[in-house]
């Protein structure tokens, strides 16, 4: 009876598993592997390997990864900072990051292409200081940067709830020990910590890649993305076996991504060594 009641309670769970995950990832799997026809083929998928399709992957990757090493070198310190302080106060600071995700995705990023611009607020202010302006807008950096702005929250959170984890009693033990600063922070504080850091960089870096908002309105069209592709292939060329096709390849790359990731998280996060 106990069981059949799990079961029942786990009905709903299901049905949005099957309606929602399988069901999508069959039909992507369906038009990936067949023409318009119906017909059986490994075009779509083979794709991947024209010149503009690879070119718009290997760009996504650099992206990713270098918005990915961004994220983790400032989130990083700021949760030893957060973690240094008292209640209040790293509340306040943790609210103040996590408040801009309360507004659209949307209107951040053209926020950001309007403080960017030639004649936007940031040029204005450093022509008025006698600086020389930022011209980065419908360039890779503007995109990355607004990937940092956009993803850095997830970054610095795990890392901040894994470092409020760590008793006090075993930093101060470490101490006891002889143990330096930098000998506590690389044998103690880090291997506890990497759960969240593996947590974060997979929280950023599949999103960063997967993205084309950002690169569509902040690149101008001149910063060309695997997302961008795939958007294209559906909503433009109404070719739903390309984008399907590339939209697999895309989603091997994220999960290999974050097979490696989480089996180094599992590595690291065993114990202190």
Not at 182 to 202: A, H, R
Request: aromatic share 10%; proline share 4%.
């Amino acid at each position: 009876m106990h069981n059949l009641k799990r079961q029942i309670l786990a009905g709903p769970y299901l049905l949005w598993i099957a309606g929602f995950v399988l069901l999508p990832v069959g039909l992507i799997l369906y038009y990936a592997l067949t023409t318009t026809s119906g017909q059986f083929t490994v075009f779509n998928i083979t794709s991947i390997t024209a010149s503009v399709h690879w070119k718009a992957l290997v760009l996504s990757l650099e992206l990713a990864l270098l918005c990915t090493v961004f994220c983790l070198a400032l989130s990083y310190p700021l949760a030893m900072v957060l973690n240094g302080m008292k209640g209040k106060k790293s509340s306040l600071v943790v609210f103040i990051f996590i408040l801009p995700m309360w507004m659209n995705f949307m209107l951040r990023i053209l926020a950001w292409k309007m403080l960017l611009s030639n004649h936007g607020v940031i040029n204005t202010i450093l022509d008025m200081l006698g600086l020389p302006g930022l011209d980065i807008l419908n360039t890779p950096s503007a995109v990355v940067f607004c990937m940092v702005y956009d993803f850095l929250p997830f970054m610095v959170l795990p890392i901040y709830n894994a470092m409020s984890r760590i008793e006090k009693d075993v930093i101060e033990a470490a101490r006891d020990l002889g143990a330096g600063g930098f000998t506590v922070f690389f044998k103690v504080i880090l291997p506890l910590t990497m759960p969240g850091v593996v947590s974060g960089i997979i929280m950023v870096f599949v999103p960063a890649l997967t993205s084309f908002a950002i690169s569509d309105l902040l690149g101008g069209g001149k910063v060309l993305l695997i997302g961008n592709v795939i958007e294209q292939a559906f909503m433009q060329e109404y070719n739903w076996n390309l984008g399907s096709g590339l939209s697999l390849v895309l989603m091997v790359f994220v999960i290999a991504s974050m097979a490696l990731m989480n089996s180094h998280g599992e590595e690291g996060g065993t114990g202190i060594c």
